[in-house]
């Protein structure tokens, strides 16, 4: 496999010899490895992009082009190092922003960023004030992108395309797991009204259309060693939706006690001081330009996005494990439970996290 993935790097625009190409991370979707290269030379992050999720990826990788000229171009506006606080494709050979192997198989680089630091959790309510404060600065400074973006994600947190996924699913239940899971199956259900009431507030523009990255995992930011946000980095997902996709996402992530697949469902819950600094930091930058109506569903979209990964994980176990990498046949099960005990910790501390967004918004 190394000599592949050394065969592959060689594709691109890279400085200095590579010396090796490495697994890096555990994300569920694309594969990604570290390309090294000799000392003086930039190291670099190689990904395989899945195919079969984001489609066309060309069109993908235009996306993230465009978002990350923007900011580059913002960072040097305002006197920062474009170089470390947005991220930088470097091309291909033949000046494309990816690679297509002999399998049909798209792969892109971008620079590795020195010096940084990515964490696996919220280990403190600093980190999330700074991780909130990260992707406020993010969403306003794409705010004023006026290049369209292509939506190669069609559904993509939308609620009710995945309640047409979910529906074709059940009725298919192509591997026979459906009568198992007849309890979670009635999480789902006894929610489906109260989330199509909200979505319907995005559909008729009430709540508006904006850039946003859609996934806000506490690693998908680079801290410097003085653990400010330095650059938001996995820009696959940007895409013109809503801001509190991003909010929601990333209290999914940041609040949990314990971890997205914890069989100890003891350990999960929603912790309320992160919750609370993680909305400070995210509303220091975003409550000049957000909306009445999107600062009042601001708790919300946090139930929302947990909801929804709730059903996409369900989802996928009844179908039989398509969508995402599983490390188990009850993975997806398991990772169900414990974000549907995420959930119902938020659903009984909802009023107190509406009274902190109302209360950093005075
Ligand atoms: C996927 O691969 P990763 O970890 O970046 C998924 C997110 C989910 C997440 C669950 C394109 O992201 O939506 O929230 O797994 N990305 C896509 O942890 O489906
Ligand atoms: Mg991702």
Redesign the pocket.
Do not use: A, H, R
């Given at each position: 496999m190394n000599n592949k993935l050394i065969s592959i790097a060689q594709n691109f625009q890279l400085e200095g010899e590579i010396t090796a190409v490495e697994n890096l991370g555990e994300?569920?979707?694309?594969d990604t490895f570290i390309i090294k290269t000799v000392d003086g030379a930039p190291n670099y992050i190689l990904q395989r992009k899945n195919k079969r999720?984001f489609s066309p990826i060309p069109a993908m990788m235009d996306n993230i082009q465009k978002v990350c000229t923007h900011i580059k171009m913002k960072v040097e506006k305002a006197g920062g190092d474009p170089m470390r606080e947005a991220m930088t494709i470097i091309p291909a050979t033949d000046g494309k922003l990816y690679f297509v192997d002999e399998d049909e198989e798209y792969w892109a680089v971008c620079l590795f960023i020195d010096d940084t630091i990515a964490y696996n959790a919220a280990e403190t309510p600093e980190l999330a004030t700074a991780g909130g404060k990260g992707i406020g600065k993010f969403q306003s400074l794409v705010a004023d992108l006026k290049e369209p973006l292509t939506n190669i994600?069609p559904g993509?947190h939308d609620i009710r395309y995945r309640f047409n996924q979910w529906d074709a699913v059940l009725s298919k239940d192509p591997v026979g797991r459906k009568a198992e899971v007849s309890e979670e199956i009635g999480w789902i259900e006894s929610r489906r009204d109260e989330m199509l009431d909200f979505y319907l507030l995005l559909e008729n523009g009430t709540i508006p259309t904006r850039i946003s990255h859609n996934?806000t995992?506490i690693n998908n930011i680079l801290f410097d060693k003085k653990g400010e946000v330095l650059c938001v980095i996995?820009l696959?997902?940007v895409l013109s939706s809503t801001v509190l996709n991003d909010f929601g996402?990333a209290m999914r992530f940041y609040t949990n006690t314990g971890l997205?697949d914890d069989t100890n469902l003891n350990n999960v819950s929603m912790n309320i001081e992160i919750f609370k600094a993680f909305a400070k930091g995210y509303l220091e930058e975003a409550k000049t330009f957000l909306t009445k109506k999107e600062i009042e569903y601001l708790a919300f979209s946090a139930k929302y996005i947990t909801y929804e990964?709730v059903l996409r994980f369900l989802m996928d176990y009844i179908d039989g494990d398509n969508y995402?990498k599983t490390k188990s046949p009850e993975h997806n099960l398991v990772r169900t439970r414990a974000q549907y005990k995420l959930l119902t910790s938020m659903e009984e501390q909802f009023d107190a996290m509406n009274r902190i967004v109302r209360e950093y918004c005075q």
């Open positions: 994300g569920f979707i694309n999720i994600l993509f996934d995992k996995d696959d997902t996402d997205e990964q995402y």
